[in-house]
């Protein structure tokens, strides 16, 4: 369960690939829209590259590489099974055809 940021009620977050479930996600209790923020971890990740290649030098480099690598992975994946909240700042998508249902009618 995470907190919903505009009221602090509990809410049901969906499995983090289930990206459907995601763009409907929002507060049962004060309606807000939410989405999930992006993992901090994921800094993490330019500097595993480098380090693979440093770690062609020698044994210690290598043992480094490889906790570094596997502390980037199980930091992204307990960030995505516990995510934190934001509140959704992109506006709904126009409708692509209007209902004029208030406007004057076309009876004579």
């Known amino acids: ?10 809410v049901r977050t969906p499995f983090f690939l289930n990206l459907d479930a995601w763009t409907h996600l929002a507060c049962p ?4 829209r939410l989405e999930m ?6 800094v993490l990740g330019p500097i595993m590259p480098p380090l693979f290649v440093l770690a062609r030098r ?3 480099f290598e043992v480094i590489a490889f ?7 199980f930091l992204l994946l307990f960030e995505s099974l ?3 909240l934001r509140l959704r700042t ?11 249902i208030d406007g004057p009618s076309n009876s004579n």
């Open 37 to 42: 923020k992006p993992p901090r971890s994921v």
């Open 29 to 32: 209790h004060c309606k807000a």
């Open 58 to 60: 020698g044994r210690v």
């Open 90 to 100: 992109k506006p709904l998508p126009k409708p692509t055809i209007r209902l004029n």
């Open 1 to 10: 369960m995470a907190k919903c940021p505009a009221c602090s009620y509990d």
């Open 67 to 73: 906790v570094f690598s596997f502390v980037t992975i």
């Open 82 to 84: 516990r995510p934190k």
